[in-house]
């Protein structure tokens, strides 16, 4: 198949990353990909130029005729079958300029939204030919009141990580232990209640190490933070890094305490991968991914004292830790790998592609 992914943004997130991770895993499987990217056009074009069939086009209302004809040549030319838009913004265009074309339209739902009612979305609903949702969490947000002819369009198909064999050892053989944070750091994730939580042990045999850009306001202020308490020799800053093996292989378990519902969880899924135990809140799709006391731990959103007492329990028992490190393993091989989402991806193709609507 010819398959095209339309990506617009302007910072690097998980919806991204997942778009990236779907692109490669198609072409692995031998489909022609296709992508167009828009938004941050530098930074995007970057992070797909490996998939090799890649165009920078200017979507924008004010570049609306351009922007039109270029998607509808991509489309022609390379006699597109599947195009997937992966943000709202874009699925106008990506109609308009499919009008009149055979190429079936799935747009990808990265996060818990409702629908939009009004008259304008109700024609974009009745043109898409499917639409995907990452979790039964995100599912549910866009079932509500939905009527049954646009249900029929949903289908869950959960994000995977793409895996190889160079994994860390479950077992960690450093004399402190490590608790990791990945992610973006702004308030919503909630950084500064695994800070109170560490701080709330008060031992400085336990080790925060910190991946993600930390040139924003809010990690000011959880840095701040750490000096008032004097705790910052205990935290390493890491900034953003490219590839993050390294870091799964230092830490001992992972704390995702999100304050916002999630929509799936892609870090929390790489940490399981690499063996470790996870802490999150249960406010969005984690539950998916992990089972309460198996795989990690899920506790109420800004739950400090939890966070605190789930790293003193598995600080305490190193077998449990790694126990779970290995159930957690297990659990992503067989669940949340690519090969996982390209099985699922392939069974929506072939039921829009025999969909005569």
């Not at 690097?12 to 072409?27: F, I, N, P, Y």
């Not at 305490?257 to 969880?265: H, K, R």
């Amino acid at each position: 198949m010819n398959v095209l992914h339309v990506v617009h943004a302007d910072v690097w997130g998980g919806g991204e990353t997942a778009a990236l991770s779907m692109c490669k895993a198609l072409k692995k499987n031998g489909e022609n990909v296709y992508v167009v990217v828009s938004g941050n056009i530098d930074m995007l074009q970057e992070k797909f130029r490996h998939i090799g069939n890649v165009t920078a086009v200017h979507i924008s209302w004010g570049r609306v005729i351009t922007c039109l004809r270029e998607i509808r040549r991509i489309v022609v030319d390379n006699k597109i079958d599947i195009i997937h838009t992966h943000t709202g913004k874009v699925i106008p265009f990506v109609l308009l300029a499919n009008w009149n074309l055979k190429s079936k339209v799935i747009a990808y739902r990265h996060n818990a939204l409702k629908n939009k009612k009004d008259i304008i979305h109700k024609i974009i609903y009745k043109n898409l030919d499917a639409m995907v949702c990452v979790s039964n969490f995100v599912k549910k947000h866009q079932e509500i009141d939905m009527p049954k002819w646009l249900r029929d369009k949903l289908y869950v198909v959960n994000n995977g990580i793409e895996v190889n064999e160079t994994v860390s050892d479950i077992s960690n053989c450093h004399n402190r232990f490590v608790v990791g944070y990945a992610g973006r750091i702004e308030e919503n994730k909630g950084l500064l209640y695994l800070a109170k939580a560490l701080v709330y042990l008060d031992n400085r045999e336990v080790v925060l190490i910190i991946a993600g850009d930390d040139n924003t306001e809010y990690a000011g202020r959880v840095k701040m933070y750490f000096q008032e308490k004097n705790f910052e020799n205990n935290v390493h800053w890491l900034g953003y890094i490219p590839d993050m093996n390294n870091f799964y292989k230092q830490i001992d378990l992972l704390v995702a305490p999100s304050v916002v519902p999630e929509a799936f969880g892609l870090s929390i899924c790489e940490a399981m991968y690499h063996g470790k135990p996870v802490i999150t809140s249960n406010n969005g799709a984690q539950d998916e991914i992990i089972d309460d006391g198996v795989e990690g731990f899920l506790l109420q959103p800004g739950d400090e004292k939890g966070i605190a007492e789930k790293i003193m329990a598995l600080n305490h028992n190193h077998n449990k830790c790694v126990i779970m490190g290995e159930k957690a393993r297990e659990k992503i091989k067989k669940q949340f790998t690519m090969d996982c989402w390209l099985k699922e991806m392939l069974k929506v193709y072939n039921k829009v592609m025999l969909d005569k609507r």
